[in-house]
């Protein structure tokens, strides 16, 4: 017996393993921020003591290491998505269970993703802040 929405149960589970991906992408963009905040404060709170442009130059490593992280797992999530969104239509092409992401590749590149609005105001604010540090230790140190 089928949905009323019109969904055979192996598409609905499909949705659901599709959707289960996308929770789990989402919960590792939020854990890579919370793992940026700590790192950022931890070198933050040391340079409010010693500033020096060395660990100030240091600092900005995790920083953009975790912003281009973060972008692999938004790109992912933005294509998942967009699977999700094909996989729900009525007479849909997409194979059942099937989880090829290459034909979302173009629409949702990398580099979208890791330099969007949201992603470029958290990371970019860490970035910049480190990086105003690193000038600022550099101009006392001369």
Same mark, same amino acid.
Request: hydrophobic letters at 55%; glycine letters at 4%.
């Given at each position: 017996? #089928?949905?009323?929405? @019109?969904? #055979?149960?192996?598409?609905? =589970?499909?949705?659901? *393993?599709?959707?289960?991906?996308? $929770?789990?992408?989402?919960?590792? #963009?939020?854990?890579? =921020? ?10 933050? %709170?040391? *340079? ?22 973060? @972008? ?16 729900? =239509? ?18 949702? $590149? ?5 330099? #969007?609005?949201?992603? %470029?105001?958290?990371? @970019?604010?860490?970035?910049? &802040?480190?990086?105003?540090?690193? &000038?600022?230790?550099? %101009?006392? $140190?001369?």
């Amino acid at each position: 017996m #089928s949905d009323p929405s @019109g969904l #055979s149960p192996e598409r609905i =589970k499909h949705l659901e *393993l599709i959707q289960a991906i996308v $929770s789990r992408l989402a919960n590792h #963009s939020f854990l890579i =921020k919370g793992w940026t905040l700590t790192i950022a404060a931890a070198f933050f %709170a040391v *340079l409010a003591n010693r500033l020096d442009w060395a660990i100030a130059l240091v600092g900005l490593i995790p920083l953009v290491t975790f912003w281009f992280l973060d @972008g692999v797992f938004v790109r992912n999530e933005r294509r998942f998505r967009d699977l999700y969104n094909d996989v729900r =239509k009525q007479g849909t092409t997409v194979e059942l269970m099937a989880m090829d992401l290459r034909p979302y590749a173009a629409q949702n $590149s990398w580099a979208a993703a890791t330099f #969007s609005t949201t992603m %470029a105001l958290f990371y @970019g604010a860490l970035v910049l &802040v480190d990086a105003v540090l690193v &000038v600022v230790a550099i %101009a006392r $140190s001369a």
